[in-house]
């Protein structure tokens, strides 16, 4: 009879795995931010809201009127009572994109449930509200103003090769020292994805030094994070996205006057006025 190497009885089925080993899966995103119809009040209940009416009304006339590339003027809430605000705060509700500008005097922006329409608030030296308004558009004009406004000095690109952690970025400091000077409105944006390429810790802390850091940071939730901040180079922006987990899962530098990220689309803006128009038609 032919010999045959002793084989290991291993059993299966139910009941014949043990052990203290522990079942590890990836997690999956665990929610997502979607329109949501705002909780508001029953018609019979709005007796004396009828500026606040008004307000919505005037927010409806402006999305139906935007057009990329064209400025709105804001809506002012300065003359609203705290009842008339409550119901336009209610209507509006609370979006996942939020701005953050630190200029001279600091800007606060929430995109509203509603996309493209924005509550912005402007804030004086002690963190108090001094302008409370709404604005239509694909992004809040703050954003393009304060970019626009940071120097057009040329990017210094110049490295001595002295730190031998620093490896890719003194190529791509001159690739940007390049793009940032010959960037012209209605280019295409310039994109270098750090993901994809051989960076150590020096090297992007490098870049980050030469970049410098911006006034204006946005940030935008859904299954994750988005994480825009301007840099103090003028169209220069820096762009990391995070799973649900925190994770950093793609960090890219854009050369653009505003990432495509951050705008809301057209069409958004086009239903967020037919939204607008079906809460207004509740209460007339």
């Not at 119809?37 to 009828?50: F, H, K, M, R, W």
């Not at 694909?138 to 304060?146: F, I, L, S, T």
């Not at 850091?213 to 995070?242: D, E, F, M």
Request: glycine share 8%; aromatic share 4%; net charge negative.
């Amino acid at each position: 009879m032919p010999s045959f190497p002793d084989i290991p009885i291993v059993g299966i089925g139910a009941g014949s795995q043990s052990g203290d080993d522990e079942y590890e899966y990836m997690h999956m995103p665990s929610g997502m931010h979607t329109y949501r119809t705002p909780l508001l009040p029953e018609p019979e209940d709005t007796a004396g809201l009828d500026t606040g009416k008004q307000v919505l009304a005037t927010v409806l006339d402006a999305l139906q009127r935007w057009r990329r590339g064209t400025a709105t003027t804001p809506v002012d809430l300065a003359g609203l009572d705290a009842a008339n605000l409550d119901f336009v705060n209610q209507a509006l509700g609370e979006g996942e994109v939020s701005v953050a500008c630190d200029a001279a005097l600091p800007v606060r922006a929430q995109e509203s449930v509603l996309a493209g329409v924005w509550r912005v608030q402007h804030l004086d030296a002690h963190q108090r509200i001094t302008r409370d308004t709404i604005e239509v558009g694909d992004v809040p004009q703050v954003v393009r103003d304060a970019a626009s406004a940071v120097s057009t000095a040329a990017l210094d690109a110049a490295c001595d090769g002295g730190d031998p952690a620093i490896q890719n970025a003194p190529a791509l400091l001159v690739e940007l020292a390049d793009r940032l000077a010959s960037w012209r409105d209605g280019d295409p944006p310039h994109t270098l994805n750090l993901s994809l390429l051989p960076l150590s810790d020096a090297d992007l802390m490098l870049l980050g030094e030469r970049l410098g850091v911006g006034p204006v940071t946005i940030l935008s939730r859904g299954y994750g994070n988005c994480r825009i901040g301007s840099t103090a180079q003028r169209n220069g922006w820096w762009i990391k996205y995070y799973n649900s987990q925190d994770a950093l899962i793609l960090n890219t530098i854009e050369i653009t006057d505003v990432p495509s990220v951050a705008l809301a689309a057209a069409e958004d803006i086009a239903d967020s006025a037919e939204r607008l128009g079906e809460i207004l038609a509740l209460y007339r």
